[in-house]
């Protein structure tokens, strides 16, 4: 299958720094997606990239849409305990038959207080 | 509230029985997917369905089954075939134009 390769795969931060991390494939994607979920529950949404370049902000969120359409990374600024969690990146492609959605393997972050 | 509801959140067989994850939605999505995912693992694509009475294999099809009868529902059947059933199921649904992606809050499978 298609394949997102997503780093790093874990990281362990202190309260208050920043985060970036990213989602890199061999295939273009028309969306880009980046989700958070919690222990036990399902994947939510948090900013969704149409175009390619495009960079677009959630709070103390920004993720991009990289120009060659083949890769994405998301910025979390000043973070706090509570974004603690895994962090997935997704593709969405059209194809013959229909629209796929491929996901990244994760980033497990922890925040220490 | 508009949203994808699975049940049951947490389900227990025992080896060799057919059991099915039921997926219903109201957000009028018209594609609906399944995921399974284990411990420390990301998100694989089990079946996808684009419209009504139409689905497609994903990545790790074997062992699965699905149907799609209706637009708000997507059950999947997990079958005494497939070798390692126990895992987190997941649920999602695409708007129109197939853009951003919403979940259902997961089934937890445990085969014993």
Known sequence: GQQLNQSPQSMFIQEGEDVSMNCT???IF???LWYKQDPGEGPVLLIALYKAGE???NGRLTA???ITRKDSFLNISASIPSDVGIYFCAGLRKETSGSRLTFGEGTQLTVNP | DGGITQSPKYLFRKEGQNVTLSCEQNLNHDAMYWYRQDPGQGLRL???S???NDFQKGDIAEGYSVSREKKESFP???TSAQKNPT???LCASTKPRNTEAFFGQGTRLTVV
């Open chain 1, 25 to 27: 494939s061999s295939s």
């Open chain 1, 30 to 32: 028309n969306t880009w």
């Open chain 2, 50 to 52: 684009q419209i009504v």
């Open chain 2, 46 to 48: 089990i079946y996808y």
């Open chain 1, 55 to 57: 960079l677009t902000s």
């Open chain 2, 76 to 78: 999947l059947t997990v």
């Open chain 1, 64 to 66: 991009q849409f990289g």
């Open chain 2, 87 to 89: 895992a987190f199921y």
